[in-house]
T-cell receptor, first 115, second 116 residues
Framework: DTGVSQNPRHKITKRGQNVTFRCDPI?????LYWYRQTLGQGPEFLTY????????KSRLLSDRFSAERPKGSFSTLEIQRTEQGDSAMYLC?????????????FGAGSRLTVL | AQSVTQPDIHITVSEGASLELRCNYS??????LFWYVQSPGQGLQLLLK??????LVQGIKGFEAEFKRSQSSFNLRKPSVHWSDAAEYFC??????????????FGTGTLLAVQP
């Protein structure tokens, strides 16, 4: 298993453009999480899926943000009409259910820069 | 509400010296506690975790942490720091397994620099 994979690793975009990030979790993990990390801060929870169901969304996730996990495997995080404040590292993590559910494995992240 | 405080934003130690990174948490029930390490431009790697049982937990890379309920602390220690330990360290608290989302609440991190 190659772990949690995120693409692209870096994205530079102009304000107002849409961007999409993809996350491929560890194959046997049915839970998938998105976090955002800004400079000098710890990661902040955005949203969480169990299989294809989005079970929780943070208030940080404004209407411009949408996350999907259509087949319960990979997930996408789309940001519409990007703003400079969206510049951050977007981290994806996955975990199994049951005993290991609280042990999240993180990907390397997708860094977004909005000009 | 759950929260995690890492009082030290930046710490510098000499190679070979001992290290202790502080973490205090606020959580109503028995916490699940974690330490993660992040190298520049990389994701987070789990160093160790505490769920229950022995309050002194061992992790990877020679790290250990001690859970002290009376002090609401989960400090990370290493007896002898190596230059490769330079990174940012995050403490986190998670909700319980039973029906919770298992999302983690992270502290703001401690950036560790290692002097030769």
């Amino acid at each position: 298993d190659t772990g949690v994979s995120q693409n692209p690793r870096h994205k530079i975009t102009k304000r107002g453009q849409n961007v999409t990030f993809r996350c491929d979790p560890i194959s046997e993990h049915n839970r998938l999480y998105w976090y955002r990390q800004t400079l000098g801060q710890g990661p902040e929870f955005l949203t969480y899926f169990q299989n294809e169901a989005q079970l929780e969304k943070s208030r940080l996730l404004s209407d411009r943000f949408s996350a999907e996990r259509p087949k319960g495997s990979f997930s996408t995080l789309e940001i519409q009409r990007t703003e400079q404040g969206d510049s951050a590292m977007y981290l994806c993590a996955s975990s199994p259910t049951g005993v290991g559910a609280n042990v999240l494995t993180f990907g390397a992240g997708s860094r977004l820069t909005v000009l | 509400a759950q929260s995690v405080t890492q009082p030290d934003i930046h710490i510098t130690v000499s190679e070979g010296a001992s290290l202790e990174l502080r973490c205090n948490y606020s959580y109503g029930a028995t916490p699940y506690l974690f330490w993660y390490v992040q190298s520049p431009g990389q994701g987070l790697q789990l160093l160790l975790k505490y769920f229950s049982g022995d309050t002194l937990v061992q992790g990877i890379k020679g790290f250990e942490a001690e859970f002290k309920r009376s002090q609401s602390s989960f400090n990370l220690r290493k007896p002898s720091v190596h230059w490769s330990d330079a990174a940012e360290y995050f403490c986190a608290v998670g909700a319980g397994i039973s029906g919770a989302t298992n999302k983690l609440i992270f502290g703001t991190g401690t950036l560790l620099a290692v002097q030769p």
